[in-house]
């Protein structure tokens, strides 16, 4: 089966600091794909970034950078120099892959970031 | 804007009433997705179109659900005698499936969802 754990439910950090959103996943396939997505309050779901299970580069992006490790099963997120707007629910999300069909996404709890100024 | 649309955004109703929502995904995409999210929890996967045809539901969509996308675009979502544990944000989600010789897992773009009350 196919799991998602965010072990962190709410994070609080002050404006500038660096903080980092854990994510482990469990699955058995060899190809999958593993995803972030932020909920701002507004309540819609925010597409950031999507790794498949073959690349193991991290990435950055701006202030936004992603450490997947396949030998630990984790796909970390970390937000450089935070910002109040970066204030939401971060979900981690996985999804097998398939040939020339749709898959369903096993998203984790969220974790709860909260940046004051 | 071209991105998912969702209607309506709220909808309060009455147990044993009947709900219906729709869903209109990004221009193109064959591929259309429905969750459920209840306060506190990530989404749960419902239901899944390729085109017109459903082609997963899960355990969560009793009988009282139904899911239709009658012509490949856009989608509805109805709930039949509703009950006070429905109520949950709804959220639909699409993406554009190509063909190709490789196992791949497309980007699903949300719609800012329906959130549902059942008093």
């Known amino acids: 089966a196919q799991k998602v754990t965010q072990a962190q439910t709410e994070i609080s950090v002050v404006e500038k600091e660096d903080v980092t959103l854990d994510c482990v996943y469990e699955t058995r396939d060899t190809t999958y794909y593993l995803f972030w997505y932020k909920q701002p309050p507004s309540g819609e779901l925010v597409f950031l970034i999507r790794r498949n299970s073959f690349d193991e580069q991290n990435e950055i992006s701006g202030r936004y950078s992603w450490n997947f490790q396949k030998s630990t099963s984790s796909f970390n997120f970390t937000i450089t120099a935070s910002q109040v707007v970066d204030s939401a629910v971060y979900f981690c999300?996985?999804?097998?892959?398939?040939?020339?069909?749709?898959?369903?996404?096993?998203f984790g709890q969220g974790t709860e970031l909260s940046v004051k100024p | 804007d071209t991105g998912v649309s969702q209607n309506p955004r709220h909808k309060i109703t009455k147990r044993g009433q009947n709900v219906t929502f729709r869903c209109d995904p990004i221009?193109?995409?064959?591929?259309l997705y429905w969750y459920r999210q209840t306060l506190g929890q990530g989404p749960e996967f419902l239901t899944y179109?390729?085109?017109?045809?459903?082609?997963?539901k899960s355990r969560l969509l009793s009988d009282r659900f139904s899911a239709e996308r009658p012509k490949g675009s856009f989608s509805t979502l109805e709930i039949q005698r509703t009950e006070q544990g429905d109520s949950a944000m709804y959220l639909c989600?699409?993406?554009?499936?190509?063909?190709?010789?490789?196992?791949?897992?497309?980007?699903?773009?949300f719609g800012p969802g329906t959130r549902l009350l059942v008093l």
């Open positions: 989600a699409s993406s554009l499936g190509r063909l190709a010789g490789i196992k791949r897992a497309e980007t699903q773009y």
């Open positions: 179109f390729q085109n017109e045809a459903q082609l997963e």
């Open positions: 999300a996985l999804s097998e892959a398939y040939y020339n069909q749709g898959g369903k996404l096993i």
């Open positions: 221009s193109e995409h064959n591929r």
